[in-house]
């Protein structure tokens, strides 16, 4: 038997679709039946990729009992928080306000009209370890509805009204200065951890927006604790379990303070902008240890996370194959690694990796978390072999265990596609083209980017959150942002017109739609979610959650356009939207680390290299692939073709162009520019020296 879950596109979803719980999804057919029998509404927000919701799930939801408590005194409806963001992040902040805690699986209890009077996250079918058990929980909140309906909905109106006054932007007079931003610096300094890398304990979340601004402030100002902090931290997570050791990419946090035994779902958002991290670290650097792993992830992406056929980038891939294992599938025993490996190449993996002892998983301490104990260099002279040799066995090792784990049955993969999460991927993938080299990311790219628009892209309405997927939830900021950034970088990387003109409509309508009064924007369009009252709260994104927030990436594609297009409009809202945000924001130091980028980036903007000439001529192209490759932080590289250009030469530019005819580039600040280059190599050396000091 089914329930109404079984047509549902969310995978989530339907994987409660046999559960004995009448569950109904979010929509009116659901808040019609609570009014018409004055039942309280049981919601679960979840995801798929969400090891506690598949705990939930097993232990209550498909037990008989429980959902006859359920079926007879609720309305229950099941959420998933990736296919509705904008219904997680209310109900978030609501049970958060009862209960001082959040996450997932989210369990809230709400009036007929969707506003919340209890609620909380996970619980236990039956009391244990301080925790009410959900059948006490269920049969309790029952009764207080039936014998105390007005009180419920009393306080559930007085949390809503809060909640509501929360919610309202205001707008500051602050000036915005320097200052602000090296208060985040200095955040992020006292938050690191100098032992293991990264910031905070256990458990050790990647903060990806704190190490880009942390790589911003080294390569504006030369500060070798921002940079030794960022790459410290990214040396740590590439040599810990968090990173996939032989398959590539990240799991999405690690449990413990070193980075050693990771929650092990993957997340596009999450690799996406470690990816642009160690990118950016490698350009930084030059060292060719951010380089691999930077590839790892573009390999782990393409080959697990990526639509290679119609293009487009999936959402996510499952940590366990069943409740029963925890990260089964990406941890050895020695016997596995033996029956696979030559001995001589399991006794380098052993040293390396630390296949040895009692392994890392308190569920079966047989099972080894690969992570890099020992260089590869003391490996050799612990065993008297040349480096060169161990380095060879461990690439033949790693290619064995590879092959090896691809025969084990697989985590599921959410092939949902999310406008935003394909935007930073995209963006990242052109970051990765352009700073490792190769042409692969760059043509994945291109091709998702081009499914994207033309299956989720409404002109003058910009994009539907789903790729593909008509009538789903339209009108949310951070799909609008982040596809625009994406569309900004294929700008850069293509000089085709198209990709600048949906990026600007889309801009357009966030300016037009989004705004908040003091200048900041509304996560959706109008300012609230459409649906029960519930969802008239007002919300502006401006922390790292740990995705971007969409005030910092509104603020920061409104300044790349500003630049590229020469409106002063687009840096006039950029500024606005900073006074709303800003002065407030930044006071929560690391979790406002994109928005602290977006102010530096705003208060001193990057160059801008224009490469003037026809796209088809070979000087044009040597120019312009200097332009995209020579590393300055944020330099935007416009390809200029006046044969295409819907405008004229950007200025200062302009006025140093004379009649030149061959190509040509042009290295400039907001007021001034370098001498026309006709060289590529003259043009890097430019890009990486022009308007700076000497160095000392």
């Not at 209960?99 to 009077?117: E, K, R």
């Not at 935007?423 to 499914?451: K, Q, T, V």
């Not at 198209?498 to 889309?506: G, K, L, M, S, V």
Request: include cysteine; charge should be negative.
């Amino acid at each position: 038997m089914t329930n109404r879950l079984a047509g549902a596109g969310s995978p989530y979803l339907r994987s409660a679709a046999h559960q004995p719980v009448d569950w109904y999804a979010w929509g009116d057919e659901a808040f019609a039946r609570a009014r018409e029998h004055d039942r309280p509404i049981l919601l679960d927000i979840g995801a798929v990729w969400c090891h506690w919701c598949h705990v939930i799930d097993r232990e209550s939801y498909e037990n008989p009992a429980i959902a006859e408590i359920i079926n007879a005194h609720f309305v229950p409806v099941k959420v998933d928080r990736d296919e509705r963001p904008d219904v997680d992040i209310r109900y978030q902040q609501a049970v958060n306000a009862i209960s001082g805690q959040g996450g997932w699986p989210l369990t809230a209890f709400l009036t007929p009209d969707g506003t919340v009077f209890f609620g909380g996250t996970y619980f236990p079918p039956d009391a244990a370890g301080g925790r009410p058990g959900f059948k006490q929980i269920l049969a309790a909140v029952a009764e207080f509805y039936r014998t105390k309906r007005d009180q419920a909905h009393a306080y559930a109106d007085e949390l809503h009204q809060a909640l509501r006054r929360l919610g309202d932007a205001r707008s500051s007079d602050d000036t915005l200065t320097p200052s602000l931003v090296d208060g985040v610096v200095a955040a992020c300094v006292r938050d690191f951890d100098g032992r293991y890398g990264g910031f905070g304990g256990a458990p050790k979340f990647p903060h990806a927006g704190a190490v880009e601004l942390l790589l911003r402030r080294h390569d504006r100002t030369g500060d070798p604790e921002a940079l030794a902090i960022a790459t410290r931290t990214l040396d740590a997570m590439a040599r810990g379990g968090v990173y996939d050791q032989v398959g590539g990419g990240f799991h999405r946090y690690s449990v413990d303070a070193s980075w050693t035994v990771p929650h092990f779902e993957k997340m596009a958002y999450d690799n996406s902008e470690l990816l642009r991290n160690y990118v950016h670290a490698y350009r930084a650097t030059g060292a060719a240890r951010f380089r691999e792993v930077a590839r790892g992830i573009v390999a782990y992406v393409s080959g697990t996370l990526m639509d290679p056929e119609r293009g487009g980038f999936y959402a996510s891939q499952d940590a366990d194959i069943s409740l029963e294992d925890d990260g089964d599938y990406y941890t050895w025993t020695l016997e596995e690694a033996a029956a696979v490996l030559p001995p001589d190449e399991l006794r380098v993996v052993q040293l390396v990796y630390h296949l040895d002892g009692q392994g890392e998983m308190h569920h079966d301490p047989r099972r080894h978390v690969l992570y890099l104990a020992e260089e590869p260099a003391a490996a050799a002279a612990r065993l008297g072999r040349p480096e060169e040799e161990i380095r060879r066995l461990l690439d033949g090792a790693l290619g064995r265990l590879r092959d090896a784990r691809a025969a084990r049955p697989a985590p599921f993969v959410d092939r949902s596609l999310y406008a935003g999460w394909n935007g930073m991927m995209i963006s990242a993938f052109l970051d990765a083209a352009r700073g490792l080299g190769e042409d692969a990311p760059r043509e994945a790219a291109l091709h998702a980017l081009d499914r994207v628009v033309a299956e989720a892209y409404q002109p003058g309405r910009g994009f539907r959150h789903t790729v593909g997927a008509d009538g789903t939830v339209a009108g949310l900021l951070d799909d609008q942002v982040h596809v625009a950034r994406a569309l900004v970088d294929a700008y850069e990387h293509t000089g085709i017109e198209r990709y600048r003109e949906i990026a600007e409509d889309a801009v357009n309508y966030v300016l037009a739609e989004f705004g908040a009064p003091g200048g900041a924007f509304y996560d959706v369009a109008g300012g609230e979610a459409r649906g029960p009252r519930g969802l008239a709260v007002p919300y502006v994104p401006v922390q790292d959650t740990p995705t971007p927030s969409g005030n910092a990436v509104a603020i920061l594609v409104l300044d790349r356009l500003a630049v590229l297009t020469g409106r002063t409009h687009y840096r006039d809202a950029a500024e606005r939207a900073l006074r709303a945000s800003a002065p407030g924001t930044l006071a929560q130091g690391l979790f406002a680390a994109t928005l602290a980028l977006a102010l530096d980036l705003h208060l001193e903007p990057p160059l801008h290299v224009i490469v003037v000439g026809a796209r088809e001529d070979q000087r044009t192209r040597a120019l312009h692939a200097a332009a995209l490759g020579a590393y300055r932080y944020g330099a935007v590289a416009h390809l200029y073709d006046p044969a295409h250009a819907a405008g004229g030469l950007p200025a200062p530019a302009a006025a140093l162009a004379g009649g030149a005819d061959s190509p040509r580039a042009y290295v400039c600040t907001a007021s001034a520019c370098a001498t026309p280059a006709t060289d590529p190599r003259v043009l890097e050396a430019e890009i990486r020296t022009f308007g700076r000091a000497p160095a000392a």
